[in-house]
């Protein structure tokens, strides 16, 4: 028996393949033969140095490694290739099906066929067919002019660009897709924009015009030849949405759908490769006097600049951000009812889509063009009083903010931050500063309930609006420690720790995250307070995330407006460096949000 065993180890051996000796090669670069790591080997640098931005260094013929070589540090040079070449490919990357088809047969020159991927579950699908994996899906191309035609002011709200012409595909996208945007969080069905913003676009048809500017602006960010039709329709829209202000005696049922036509071309704006911050901001201040004439009663007695000469009353710029959430946690445990009415609803995402467009303005530093808007004083101190309490019961209460979600006080705080630094002189400004400072430091971290804990998909959305919170809030100490110190330096520790907390939280946050989408002056703030590499380097891709989310070429001027702040364009732009660029309006010009 041991014979026979013996045998077959024998018969094991002579068969078994004898793999030739090879060894490993040694025409690698001196930096993976330095961290002992495989080289690619590809010319004229490897993927190892490509990535990290390191100069490859090669040997001569058979050189073998120095004694003592020290592995280059990063070339900024190649940094900002890299950069270039991964902005190319945001912009001019593959590009999506074609709008137009020369080759169709249609005679409408406003006849667009698409070619749209379906995704097809065999799980229902009897037969043969029916055998196949559960789960399994598979691509397939559907020519859209053989698809039964959908007009999209019939069936909203949709999100379905199969449309039979080039308006209604715009009317679509702008219906549902560009909306969607308004409202980033995770919030209760009933806060949704396909259930506020979506019905009011039947509402006139001017709002259909909107729609239609809006979505072919949201198309031409990854369709080049989209730019001079969505510039002008948005002119177009824009001239009528204006004569008609000037022109109609508006009811009551017009705020609606006026407000929501405000706010979309706002957002619209910044879509349009000509952007032009006058048309931005006269949505703005036609917005404020629909949210003035309803909700701005008392005289403003919280300006800073421009304020009346009376002082204001002790304790009306404290704002106690724990109380407010308590008695918002309360409404929401007690609320039982949602019999909410579409008008209350849509007012709650119109006036905090407002907001954000209104605290862009305020970080930019376009003082000269906010004329007619109040100070984010005067602005919170009456708005709070309606965005802070509960309109639907949700798992937590701060889900009835549609577009802040969590990190509603801490925007505010952003803001109100940003004004004090561009208003310095005001002897007003430092006291204010340090209030402020002090709420921060006491602010309690938003917390999420028990019951969205058994859901996954939601817990991680709520994570990711409490990581964004956590972000602000270290934006906030940072420019108000750059008011309050005379001596303040980026370089200290304190600084440094806050920029690095907030890059690791905003990593943390999910990629596909619709949050993201209210995340920019975070990331401008964070990077031009950045100084180590690793933190800025985490900044970029956080931008170019950013860029994924919102689909828009405008990111970039994040990038151009922190690569003068770091010094990587010389001082050809300003010879601002970090937090200072804040405070110039040449360079601070060039961001559009």
């Known amino acids: 028996m041991a014979t026979s065993a013996e045998n077959v180890t024998s018969m094991m051996h002579t068969f078994r393949v004898r793999r030739d000796d090879h060894r490993r090669t040694r025409s690698g670069c001196f930096n993976c033969r330095k961290i002992k790591k495989k080289c690619d080997e590809t010319r004229p640098a490897c993927g190892y140095c490509s990535a990290k931005c390191i100069p ?54 406003d006849t667009y066929p698409l070619v749209i991927e379906q995704v097809i579950n065999f799980d229902d699908v009897d037969g043969k067919e029916a055998d196949r994996d559960a789960g399994q899906h598979e691509v397939v191309e559907l020519e859209v002019e053989k698809l039964p035609v959908v007009l999209a002011h019939e069936s909203l709200p949709l999100w379905t660009p199969i449309e039979e012409s080039m308006t209604d595909t715009f009317i679509s996208v702008g219906a549902g897709a560009f909306i969607a945007a308004l409202a980033p969080q995770y919030t209760h069905p009933l806060l949704k924009t396909e259930n506020t913003w979506t019905p009011l676009v039947n509402k006139h048809p001017i709002m259909l015009q909107v729609a239609e500017s809006c979505g072919c602006a949201f198309l031409s960010s990854c369709k080049s030849g989209l730019d001079p039709i969505a510039e002008v329709k948005f002119s177009n829209t824009m001239d009528a949405l204006i004569m008609y202000m000037a022109q109609a005696d508006l009811c009551a049922d017009d705020h609606l759908w006026i407000g929501a036509a405000f706010q979309l071309m706002s957002i619209g704006a910044t879509r349009v490769r000509t952007f032009n911050p006058h ?51 309360l409404e929401n445990s007690i609320a039982c009812s949602v019999d909410v009415s579409l008008t209350t609803r849509f007012e709650r995402g119109f006036l905090e889509s407002f907001i954000y467009g209104y605290g862009m303005c305020i970080l930019t530093g376009t003082d ?53 630094l ?3 002189s005001d002897p007003e400004s430092l006291p204010m500063a340090k209030k402020l400072l002090l709420s921060a430091y006491q602010y309690p971290k938003p917390s999420i309930a028990g019951e969205a804990h058994v859901n996954k998909s939601k817990l991680s959305a709520l994570r990711d609006s409490v990581l964004l919170t956590e972000a602000f809030l270290k934006c906030v100490k940072i420019l108000l420690k750059k008011i309050i110190d005379p001596n303040f330096d980026l370089s200290n520790d304190s600084v440094q720790r806050d920029v690095t907390t907030a890059r690791i939280k905003l990593s943390q946050i999910d990629k596909d995250s619709g949050v993201r989408s209210i995340s920019p002056m975070c990331l401008l703030i964070i990077g031009l307070s950045a100084l180590y590499y690793e933190d800025r380097e985490v900044i970029l891709e956080n931008i170019f995330g950013y860029s994924d989310i919102v689909r828009a070429r405008y990111t970039f001027s994040i990038i151009d407006v922190l690569e003068i702040a770091w010094g990587y364009r ?23 949000f």
């Open 56 to 109: 490859c260094v090669w040997p001569r013929g058979n050189q073998s490694l120095p004694k003592g070589y020290v592995v280059p540090p990063v070339d900024e040079a190649l940094v900002r290739k890299r950069r270039e070449e991964q902005r190319a490919r945001g912009v001019d990357g593959d590009e999506p099906a074609e709008l137009a088809d020369d080759s169709s047969s249609s005679d409408d020159d």
């Open 570 to 592: 010389g001082d050809l732009y300003s010879t601002a460096r970090g937090l200072d660029v804040l405070m110039d309006d040449k360079v601070m010009q060039l961001l559009v």
């Open 422 to 424: 561009r208003n310095q």
């Open 279 to 329: 048309h931005l901001m006269l949505c703005l201040q036609y917005s404020y006097m629909l949210i003035e004439n309803k909700y701005i009663t008392e005289k403003p007695v919280l300006m800073i600049e421009g304020g009346p000469d009376s002082p204001p009353k002790p304790g009306e710029l404290d704002v106690d951000y724990e109380t407010d959430a308590q008695i918002m946690d």
């Open 368 to 420: 000269h063009a906010i004329q007619g808007l109040p100070g984010p004083f005067e602005l919170f101190y009456h708005l709070r009083k309606v965005l802070k309490h509960s309109l639907v019961p949700c798992d937590v209460s701060w889900m009835n903010h549609p577009v802040f979600g969590s990190s509603f006080d801490a925007f505010e705080m952003a803001i109100k931050a940003s004004y004090l």
